[in-house]
């Protein structure tokens, strides 16, 4: 069955990184583009960042944290990582990986498959 399980949240100081990891299986991984979305309390679901399968290639970023965070993924160990360095308290929120057979990153709410989170806390 498929599975996406996040890990690597933690509590951070302001300025400070973070790698979170989303061990995926059940599918084949680079047919499906994944994403890390993030809530934040009493806050609506933004898509932080995506990569689309693999023969397409592409990343995006949401505008707050483009040059900070990076996608990156690792088709042969079913891994995909977020990469956040200067995080800022306003990063804080719990983060979801999320798969879309042959996606193109274009909604949260397009998404197939879900993991159950990792929270990610940033302060002094």
């Known amino acids: 069955q498929v599975q996406l399980v996040e890990s690597g949240g933690g509590l951070v100081q302001p300025g400070g990184s973070l790698r979170l990891s989303c061990t995926t299986s059940?599918?084949?991984?680079?047919?499906?583009?994944i994403g890390w979305v993030r809530q934040a309390p009493g806050k609506e679901r933004e898509g932080v960042s995506c990569?689309?399968?693999?023969?397409?290639?592409?990343?995006y970023y949401l505008d707050s944290v483009k040059g900070r965070f990076t996608i990156s993924r690792d088709n042969a160990k079913n891994m995909v990582y977020l990469q956040m360095n200067t995080l800022k308290p306003e990063d804080t929120a719990v983060y979801y990986c999320?798969?879309?057979?042959?996606?193109?990153?274009?909604?949260?709410?397009?998404?197939?498959?879900w993991g159950q989170g990792t929270q990610v806390t940033v302060s002094s």
């Open positions: 990569s689309t399968f693999s023969s397409d290639g592409k990343t």
């Open positions: 999320a798969a879309e057979i042959l996606g193109r990153c274009q909604g949260v709410e397009d998404y197939d498959y």
């Open positions: 059940g599918f084949t991984l680079s047919h499906y583009s």
